[in-house]
């Protein structure tokens, strides 16, 4: 397996290496490649590397991306989760609280990802010990899935 995520990471490394050579200096991609080298990072437990990485393709993307684009809440998300692999709690709560709230203004009111959004949230919330919050908001993204999932999702 980690010789699989070696490869992985070298090969994502040189997929970004190439998107900044031959697309545009602001072309989306290159915050794609960002997160994906910043996973492998995750899964290889170089934390430190993904979260730089992370918050480089999060500034990337609302330099280059227009304000309103989900793509943002996505790379908001991914530095959070990794502030949480670092157990800085904390600052994933604040990061999370603040990519819902960007994801329940920018997407259609019955999208999935804000579910997911509020479950990400919720486990941060348990790690704080605030389990009544996290509760509650589990329950929240639980009927939410259910209201706009098919009953065989």
Do not use: W
Request: glycine letters at 4%; aromatic letters at 6%.
């Amino acid at each position: 397996m980690l010789r699989s995520l070696v490869g992985s990471e070298m090969c994502i490394r040189d997929s970004r290496e190439f998107a900044q050579r031959v697309l545009p200096a602001d072309h989306p991609n290159i915050a794609t490649s960002m997160n994906s080298l910043a996973s492998t990072y995750g899964a290889l437990g170089m934390h430190d590397e993904a979260r730089k990485l992370q918050q480089e393709a999060l500034e990337f993307a609302q330099r280059v991306l227009p304000a309103d684009h989900p793509n943002i809440a996505t790379s908001m998300n991914n530095l959070a989760s990794t502030y949480g692999a670092l157990g800085m709690h904390d600052e994933a709560r604040k990061l999370q609280q603040e990519a819902l709230e960007f994801a329940q203004r920018v997407l259609p009111a019955d999208h999935p990802h804000i579910a997911g959004s509020m479950h990400h949230l919720a486990v941060t919330y348990n790690y704080l010990g605030m389990h009544d919050e996290a509760r509650k908001l589990h329950q929240e993204a639980l009927e939410f899935r259910q209201r706009v999932l098919p009953a065989d999702h």
